[in-house]
Nanobody, 127 residues
């Protein structure tokens, strides 16, 4: 059974930092594009950042560019999201996702592009 498990969420003051991690089990995703999405109450799920299998393509949402950094450790089957200079508008449930296509150079930036999803981790940024 394939599982993606997020960790690292929590409550932080504006301007602070958090590091989210996504661990995969049941199969490896070192050859697959991976992504982070978020969903705030009453809003649609939105793309935050993604990374292709080689790590050379890392698209970001405009709202997080320069503040968030996505990375992957294929030896540990994990994907991380370093979030700095957090703002109250970053408050949301953050989801890790995996694309089933192998060695795909492009990174999907919409939810239909991903077949596997984690349960999500809450990030709350207080002002």
């Amino acid at each position: 059974q394939v599982q993606l498990v997020e960790s690292g969420g929590g409550l932080v003051q504006a301007g602070g930092s958090l590091r989210l991690s996504c661990a995969a089990s049941g199969r490896g995703f070192s050859r697959n594009p991976m992504g982070w999405f978020r969903q705030a109450p009453g809003k649609e799920r939105e793309f935050v950042a993604g990374i292709n299998f080689s790590g050379r393509s890392t698209p970001y949402a405009d709202s997080v560019k320069g503040r968030f950094t996505i990375s992957r450790d294929n030896s540990r089957n994990t994907v991380n999201l370093q979030m700095n200079s957090l703002r109250p508008e970053d408050t949301a449930v953050y989801y890790c996702a995996a694309d089933a296509r192998l060695y795909f150079v492009d990174v999907p930036t919409t939810p239909p592009g991903y077949e596997y999803w984690g349960q999500g981790t809450q990030v709350t940024v207080s002002s």
